[in-house]
């Protein structure tokens, strides 16, 4: 993969991609509500409260959707890929890719691995269940 | 109903070399002309982010009384229809012009990837994955659609043959002169972000277009029968990728039942449906949402004429299509549009979208 720009963090998001760093997958949970969202806000979607805190999320999803990605966004970026909206078991949906050899499908069960960054950081990845 | 748009036309379209401000230009004085009124009538104003109303409104001279200039994709023109209504009816204005053009095939700017802003959670969660924005949005949408219904991509590209056949009976359609496409031209053009090819895809041409907008109580003095504005409805869904919780339930359904309440009609009403086809996909499931058809029938569809000009497959597509879906509609309704008219068409359903299915808005237009 890649990337041309060192990827943005803000005040609230940074502490999410600092656990990427031992390979940690976050959700924010409420503290009010319950509700599991993702990327981390600075209010609960749910009930638009502000106790939010991470927590562990699970490792495993399920594709909801993917497309193999053939034409490049970018002159330097390698094609095919596979991109896909992965439902975690913790409720919130992540746009990622599918990686490893496999042919992917809607609503197949898929794990978390991870990309890592130049920088330290990683991103979640999932690939098919073993 | 008491405003009705009393003028619509289009700039040149296709690779024309032009700069954007000038086609800009070019499509308010056609309108204006079409509708019979001057420069000097006008004073309100709405055009996009990209050429602001500001800046419009300087190079032809004006001092508008309203003007809007928002970011909204394609569904902003649809919207305007509605805030142009609402500043007409409230003494805001009298004359209304809502302006689009774009240069992107001459300037060679349309990006795959898009534009994402460093400021948004998109930047940090979506873009280094890298998906072709808006098109792999759609494309997943369109996988979703295929794996629920049971379809495959031979269903899809009956949509896309569907345009161009439509466009070689619009002499203005980019693709006019192409000749008509097949189901397995479509299915054997090079994928772009699966399941959609490059025949899946809208075209990325220049153009644009004005409409212009008045009380009905004056546009009966003008030389066209009116078209009145009969309701409008909208919604605004998600920015990112990942927030929609069902790919298949969109915003069309939400902003088209708003706009068919207000305008007290129903599908049945409606002789023409001009929809937003940025992509193949987008035809089937918004027929679907705004109850034309039920779920996964949409690709079949044969009956309310969709896009008679050939829509954004096979006529043109600089970028955001919500105005030109406009001024079609508006001609239908007037009668006149030759071979591809339909004929006593006397009710139009006019539904934008922008974005990655983010921004929807929607129109019902009646000839009065
Ligand atoms: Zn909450």
Same mark, same amino acid.
């Given at each position: 993969?890649s ?8 005040e609230?998001?940074e ?5 990427t760093?031992?390979?940690? /997958?976050?959700?924010?949970r409420c503290?009010?509500?319950g $509700? ?5 806000? $600075?209010?609960?979607t ?19 959707s993917y497309t193999?990605?053939?034409?490049a966004?970018a ?7 596979t ?5 975690l078991?913790d409720?919130?949906?992540l746009?990622t890719r599918?990686v ?5 499908r ?6 978390l691995?991870?990309?890592? /960054?130049?920088?330290?950081?990683a /991103? ?7 | ?5 009393v ?5 040149d ?7 954007a401000?000038?086609?800009?230009? *070019?499509a ?14 006008v004073?309100?104003?709405a055009t996009? !982010? ?10 032809l001279?004006l001092?508008? @009384? ?8 394609a569904?902003v023109?649809?919207?305007?229809? &509605? ?5 007409? %009816?409230a =003494?805001q ?10 240069? *992107?095939r @001459? &300037?060679?700017s349309?990006r ?9 959670p998109?930047a940090?969660?979506?873009q280094?994955?890298?998906p072709l924005?808006p098109?792999?949005?759609?494309a ?14 031979g ?9 161009r &056949?439509r466009?070689?009976a619009n ?5 006019h002169g192409?000749g008509p496409?097949?189901v397995d ?5 090079p994928?772009? !972000?699966s #399941?959609?090819?490059t ?12 409409i212009?907008?008045?009380s ?6 003008? #030389? ?9 409805g %909208? ?9 929609? %919780? ?8 939400? !902003?088209?039942?708003?706009a068919f309440a207000?305008?007290?009609r129903?599908p049945?009403?409606v ?10 996909v987008?035809v #089937?499931?918004?027929l %679907?949402?705004l109850?034309?058809?039920?779920p =996964?029938? =949409?690709a079949a569809w044969?009956?309310?004429p ?6 954004g497959? !096979?006529y043109?597509?600089? =970028? ?20 591809r *008219? ?5 009710t ?12 929807h808005?929607t129109?019902i237009?009646?000839?009065a």
């Amino acid at each position: 993969m890649s990337i041309d720009t060192e990827i943005p963090v803000d005040e609230v998001t940074e502490p999410w991609w600092e656990l990427t760093r031992q390979r940690r /997958l976050a959700v924010q949970r409420c503290g009010v509500c319950g $509700l599991a969202q993702l990327p981390p806000r $600075l209010l609960c979607t749910g009930c638009g409260g502000d106790e939010l805190e991470l927590g562990a999320a699970g490792r495993r999803g399920i594709v909801d959707s993917y497309t193999v990605v053939h034409r490049a966004p970018a002159p330097d970026v390698a094609v095919p890929y596979t991109l896909a909206r992965v439902r975690l078991v913790d409720g919130p949906i992540l746009l990622t890719r599918l990686v490893g050899d496999f042919e992917p499908r809607c609503d197949q069960p898929v794990v978390l691995t991870w990309l890592p /960054l130049p920088d330290g950081r990683a /991103l979640p990845a999932f690939t098919r269940e073993l | 109903m008491t405003v009705a748009v009393v003028g619509a036309a289009e700039c040149d379209l296709g690779h024309t070399g032009r700069s954007a401000q000038h086609l800009l230009a *070019q499509a308010v004085r056609r309108a204006l002309d079409d509708a019979g009124l001057r420069l000097c009538d006008v004073d309100g104003l709405a055009t996009t !982010s990209r050429l602001p109303a500001t800046q419009l409104a300087d190079q032809l001279g004006l001092c508008p @009384s309203w003007t809007d200039s928002a970011d909204a994709g394609a569904a902003v023109f649809e919207r305007y229809v &509605a805030r142009a209504v609402q500043a007409i %009816e409230a =003494g805001q204005c009298a004359v209304a012009v809502l302006a689009y053009a774009s240069d *992107q095939r @001459s &300037a060679r700017s349309r990006r795959l990837g898009g534009g994402y802003d460093r400021g948004t959670p998109e930047a940090q969660f979506e873009q280094p994955y890298l998906p072709l924005w808006p098109l792999s949005y759609y494309a997943m949408t369109a996988r979703r659609y295929l794996h629920t219904y049971g379809l495959d991509r031979g269903d899809l590209a009956r949509v896309a043959v569907a345009a161009r &056949a439509r466009a070689l009976a619009n002499p203005a359609a980019f693709r006019h002169g192409a000749g008509p496409l097949t189901v397995d031209d479509v299915l054997a053009a090079p994928l772009v !972000s699966s #399941p959609l090819g490059t025949l899946d895809c809208c075209l990325v041409t220049d153009g644009g277009g004005a409409i212009v907008l008045t009380s009905l109580d004056r546009a009966r003095h003008l #030389p066209h029968p009116p078209v009145a504005v009969l309701g409008y409805g %909208e919604a605004v869904t998600h920015a990112a990728m990942a927030t929609p %919780e069902d790919l298949l339930t969109t915003g069309v359904a939400a !902003s088209g039942a708003r706009a068919f309440a207000h305008a007290r009609r129903e599908p049945a009403d409606v002789d023409l449906i001009q929809l937003n086809d940025s992509f193949t996909v987008s035809v #089937p499931l918004g027929l %679907e949402q705004l109850g034309f058809c039920p779920p =996964g029938s =949409g690709a079949a569809w044969a009956g309310t004429p969709v896009n008679t000009t050939g829509g954004g497959l !096979s006529y043109g597509h600089p =970028g955001q299509l919500g105005v030109l879906l406009v001024i079609e509609a508006v001609r239908q309704l007037r009668g006149g549009c030759g071979p591809r *008219q339909i004929p006593g068409a006397r009710t139009a359903l006019v539904h934008g979208t922008g974005g990655i299915g983010s921004s929807h808005a929607t129109v019902i237009l009646e000839a009065a």
